[in-house]
């Protein structure tokens, strides 16, 4: 599974941006696909993802202000994450992963496994 990040940028709180994951490399619904943000001297933290099924989830601090969304027309799959409201403390560098399938082991998001595929990532930051 190959995953590629785009959108990130610098915007003032208040604003909004969506970012975008392009995954290549697998068909069908074989994979959980999330985003996950890492600020400078903190540690991983989730922030959303979207089942096999299609169904969303969220980390704490995204509940409310972002929407995560997956787009399987045309032959592609592109995960989505809209960021609205956006605060300085949202300031990192935001990845996009793969879980290992339906036979991982449990993993930070219900209804995945563990994220083994990770993106290169892609820098928000917000300014006040």
């Known amino acids: 599974v190959q995953l590629t990040e785009s959108g990130g940028g610098s915007v003032q709180s208040g604003q909004s941006l969506t970012l975008t994951c392009e995954v290549s490399?697998?068909?069908?619904?074989?994979?959980?696909l999330g985003w996950f943000r890492q600020a400078p001297g903190k540690e991983r933290e989730r922030v959303a993802a979207?089942?096999?099924?299609?169904?969303?989830?969220?980390g704490d601090s995204a509940r409310g202000r972002f929407t995560v969304s997956q787009d399987k027309d045309n032959g592609k799959n592109t995960l989505y994450l809209q960021m609205n409201s956006l605060k300085p403390e949202d300031t990192a560098i935001y990845y996009c992963?793969?879980?290992?399938?339906?036979?991982?082991?449990?993993?930070?998001?219900?209804?995945?496994?563990?994220?083994?595929?990770w993106g290169q990532g892609t820098q928000v930051t917000v300014s006040s």
């Open positions: 992963a793969a879980d290992s399938g339906p036979q991982g082991r449990p993993g930070p998001f219900l209804g995945c496994s563990d994220f083994r595929s």
């Open positions: 490399g697998y068909t069908g619904n074989s994979y959980c």
């Open positions: 979207v089942e096999r099924d299609g169904t969303p989830h969220y």
